[in-house]
């Protein structure tokens, strides 16, 4: 429902209750000046306004939040992209060429891309390879200058995956 719908629904509500209050004030005023002859110094009359003006702020809060929908902004639509898992991305196809000019450090790190399904957290990789960070860090340098990998950043950490041409 949009909010100015609930709005008015709210006021229309509130303005129900200010009837009941009035024709329950009536009633009890009614029912107060038959059952007491004590006149206006009754403690019951006392009673009657209080509960009367009780009611009324509740109703003027519930105006109020009436008035608040009807006026306030209607949501914003979120766009939301969908992208494809990473695991649905199919790895490069290399050629000899391309993997006789890397050493043995660059092909252990493709080789472990390519069991990963050619996305794998460069933390994973770490663990993986058993390469310390720096080593990892400047191996990744190489492989992306040579445009065979792209490194995107996923929170404190890089996810590595292999291009693909």
Do not use: W
């Not at 509130?14 to 329950?24: G, Q, R, Y």
């Not at 494809?84 to 043995?104: D, G, I, M, Q, Y």
């Not at 720096?134 to 445009?147: C, F, G, M, P, Y």
């Amino acid at each position: 429902m949009k909010n100015k719908n609930v709005g008015f629904l709210i006021l229309g509500i509130a303005v129900l209750i200010i009837f009941v209050i009035i024709i329950f004030n009536q009633g009890m005023t009614a029912i107060v000046n038959d059952s007491c002859a004590h006149g206006d110094s009754c403690t019951m009359y006392k009673t009657i306004k209080t509960q009367t003006y009780l009611s009324l702020v509740i109703t003027g809060i519930v105006f109020l939040i009436g008035l608040f929908f009807i006026f306030s902004k209607e949501n914003e639509r979120i766009v939301i992209k969908r992208i494809k898992p990473l695991a649905s991305l199919e790895p490069k196809k290399f050629n000899k060429t391309s993997l006789e000019n890397l050493n043995e450090e660059e092909k252990k790190i493709l080789n472990t891309l390519l069991e990963n399904k050619g996305s794998i957290f460069q933390s994973e990789l770490i663990e993986k390879t058993g390469f310390n960070k720096v080593k990892i860090t400047r191996i990744l340098d190489s492989l992306e200058a040579q445009e065979l990998i792209e490194r995107k950043r996923r929170g404190m950490t890089n996810i590595v995956i292999l291009k693909n041409n």
